[in-house]
């Protein structure tokens, strides 16, 4: 079982900056991925960034803007959001892998609103 929390969530005006985390506990390795995805309108919830072995993905829509990163002690990892846009607003869902059994948040809310 693996449980995840996340954390940083809230309202920020655009152009703004924020941080969420996301931190695992239980059995959390061997991990075979870690990231964050957002439910987009009519279709499946995307991925917005995530960490897979040595490679990193991001959703077109936030390459170039959002960052993610891990803790060195691994459990705990992180989306740097830079130039915040209303599009962005949404619930932002961490997810864990572990083989292929999959564990997801309970999301946090983000909003991007003057």
């Known amino acids: 079982q693996v449980e995840l929390a996340e954390s940083g969530g809230g309202l920020v005006q655009p152009g703004g900056s924020m941080r969420l985390s996301c931190t695992a506990s239980?059995?959390?390795?061997?991990?075979?991925?870690m990231g964050w995805h957002r439910q987009v309108p009519g279709k499946k919830r995307e991925l917005v960034a995530g960490i897979s072995g040595g490679s990193v993905m991001y959703g077109e829509s936030v390459r170039g803007r959002f960052t993610i990163s891990k803790d060195n002690a691994g459990n705990i990892f992180y989306l740097q959001m830079n130039n915040l846009k209303p599009e962005d607003t949404n619930t932002y869902y961490c997810?864990?892998?572990?083989?292929?059994?999959?564990?997801w948040g309970q999301g946090t809310q983000v909003t991007v609103s003057s």
């Open positions: 997810n864990w892998r572990v083989g292929w059994a999959n564990y």
């Open positions: 239980g059995n959390i390795f061997p991990v075979s991925a």
